[in-house]
Nanobody, 122 residues
């Protein structure tokens, strides 16, 4: 059974940083593309960053470039999302998803976590 478990969310002040984790079981993330999506209240789910299978090439959406770093620890079968300079607009539920290819289309992913809440508030 495939399971993705996100952690690391919480409340952070504007300008702060967070590192989210996506720990997998039942699937080897090194052999899959893993993408972080987020969904704010009343908005559609949108991609943030993806790390490709095998070589681990990172891809970022325009909104994330320069503030976000995606990485993978193959020994821990975990993908991370480091976010800096957080603003109110980053408040959302953050999900990790895995499948064969990096794409910003959520319906292309078979495996999903339950999400972790990130709230940026002073």
């Amino acid at each position: 059974q495939v399971q993705l478990v996100e952690s690391g969310g919480g409340v952070v002040q504007p300008g702060g940083s967070l590192r989210l984790s996506c720990a997998a079981s039942g699937v080897t993330l090194a052999h899959h593309a893993t993408t972080w999506f987020r969904q704010a209240p009343g908005k559609e789910r949108e991609g943030v960053a993806c790390i490709s299978s095998n070589e681990g090439v990172p891809y970022y959406t325009d909104a994330a470039k320069g503030r976000v770093t995606i990485s993978r620890d193959d020994d821990k079968n975990t993908v991370y999302l480091r976010m800096n300079q957080l603003g109110h607009e980053d408040t959302a539920i953050y999900y990790c998803a895995a499948d064969l290819w990096c794409t910003w289309l959520p319906d292309r992913y078979r495996y999903w976590g339950e999400g972790t809440q990130v709230t940026v508030s002073s």
